[in-house]
């Protein structure tokens, strides 16, 4: 197959780029440094002519829910007026447990990029998965209070973003099928405890509290919202077995 991975050179698409030559298919990433942009469709229809299926893991840093809607239906629309052009049959995408139960945020933008999906005229696939074992990194990093860091409250069921990725190419290789069954990891988790033990293992003993986070969003990460239902599927690897999957020197970098 040729599949066109959206968004290939960032966290989970490097991933999925992986999985899909391992199993011989021929990938095209679909990203800036690659010299495509998903904002306009200068070219990226004849790059899509061939393909057989697209999957869209492009990502956007931000906690504002306009922002975020508007990069989502726009490199959502590019996408699907090119693949409807270049007469792509599979448009496989990326979403979140529990977006249409906590629409806020960022979320937001993932639940409008769901709907322009459904709306679109291309056969298509979307996934749910939970939060990424990774995750916790991310929060240790750029949660602070001055010089404090801190963990959200949240209830989530983490998952190996290669896990997800290896699942993304295996719907892609089969037939549209609409929502299909959500994603997760093995076990509920703690946020804060994942976060203390990755500083724990980047030798870090410094203090970090765990603080309930205000309004609608931060009440749906502490009271099970964003958990996958008994009809999920479940990966194999622990946050536990990836922290000491992790190379020495990402343990030793901070």
């Not at 968004?7 to 490097?14: A, C, K, L, S, W």
């Given at each position: 197959m040729r599949i066109a991975v959206a968004?290939?050179?960032?966290?989970?698409?490097?991933h999925v780029a992986e999985q899909a030559r391992v199993r011989g298919h021929e990938v095209i990433v679909l990203a800036r440094s690659a010299g495509v942009d998903l904002a306009a469709d200068a070219g990226l229809t004849e790059t899509l002519r061939g393909v057989d299926a697209v999957i869209d893991v492009v990502n956007v840093t931000t906690l504002d829910a306009d922002?975020?809607?508007?990069?989502f239906e726009a490199t959502t629309h590019t996408l699907l007026?090119?693949?409807?052009?270049?007469?792509?049959?599979h448009h496989v995408a990326l979403s979140i447990v529990g977006v249409d139960?906590?629409?806020y945020g960022y979320y937001a933008g993932k639940l409008a990029q769901e709907r322009a999906i459904a709306r679109g005229d291309v056969p298509w696939t979307v996934v749910r998965a939970t939060q990424f074992h990774e995750f916790a990194e991310q929060i240790?990093?750029?949660a602070k209070i001055g010089p404090v860091h801190v963990a959200p409250m949240m209830r989530t069921q983490p998952i190996a973003a290669r896990e997800v990725a290896a699942h993304l190419v295996t719907l892609a290789e089969g037939a549209p099928a609409g929502r299909a069954p959500d994603l997760a990891g093995p076990r509920e988790e703690r946020l804060a405890d994942m976060v203390r033990g990755?500083?724990?293992k980047n030798g870090s003993r410094a203090w970090i509290p765990a603080v309930?986070?205000?309004g609608p969003s931060g009440?749906?990460?502490?009271?099970g919202s964003l958990l996958p239902g008994p009809g999920a599927l479940l990966g194999t690897q622990t946050y536990a077995e990836w922290l000491t999957s992790l190379p020495a020197q990402q343990r030793r970098r901070r």
């Open positions: 968004g290939g050179t960032g966290h989970v698409g490097t922002e975020a809607v508007r990069f007026a090119a693949e409807r052009e270049a007469g792509v049959g139960r906590a629409p240790y990093e750029r990755f500083a724990r309930p986070l205000p009440r749906a990460q502490r009271d």
